[in-house]
């Protein structure tokens, strides 16, 4: 049984950091995507960030390039997003999700397990 759980969230001001931790137990991930998404009240969900677990190669959002960092540690078997930069529109419900992929890595039905999510507000 695949469980990710998400930890970091809280209430930041603008410009300021958070750094968010998903761990992953249940399986062996070398062959999986593990990536981080996020959904603000009224909006879809957004994709975020990704990392290749076996090769580390990452993947951003535009909106975040620059300010976001994706990584992992395969010993703790947990991925982190750094944020630093924030700013109000960042504010969501960020949630890990892990995936084998064969389409976009950008598209969250690509992934087959998620985190229970865990809230981001970001104040101006």
């Given at each position: 049984?695949?469980?990710?759980?998400?930890?970091?969230?809280?209430l930041?001001?603008?410009?300021?950091?958070?750094?968010?931790?998903?761990?992953?137990?249940?399986?062996?991930?070398?062959?999986?995507?593990?990536g981080?998404?996020?959904?603000?009240?009224?909006?879809?969900?957004?994709?975020?960030?990704?990392?290749?677990?076996?090769a580390?190669?990452?993947?951003?959002?535009?909106?975040?390039?620059?300010?976001?960092?994706?990584?992992?540690?395969?010993?703790?078997?947990?991925?982190?997003?750094?944020?630093?930069?924030?700013?109000?529109?960042?504010?969501?419900?960020?949630?890990c999700?892990?995936?084998?992929?064969?389409?976009?890595?950008?598209?969250?039905?690509?992934?087959?397990?998620?985190?229970?999510?865990?809230?981001?507000?970001?104040?101006?």
């Amino acid at each position: 049984q695949v469980q990710l759980v998400e930890s970091g969230g809280g209430l930041v001001q603008a410009g300021g950091s958070l750094r968010l931790s998903c761990a992953a137990s249940g399986r062996t991930f070398g062959n999986y995507v593990l990536g981080w998404f996020r959904q603000a009240p009224r909006k879809e969900r957004e994709f975020v960030a990704a990392v290749y677990w076996s090769a580390g190669s990452t993947r951003y959002a535009d909106s975040v390039k620059g300010r976001f960092t994706i990584s992992r540690d395969n010993v703790k078997n947990t991925v982190y997003l750094q944020m630093n930069s924030l700013k109000p529109e960042d504010t969501a419900v960020y949630s890990c999700a892990a995936g084998f992929l064969v389409g976009a890595i950008t598209n969250p039905r690509e992934y087959s397990y998620w985190g229970q999510g865990t809230q981001v507000t970001v104040s101006s």
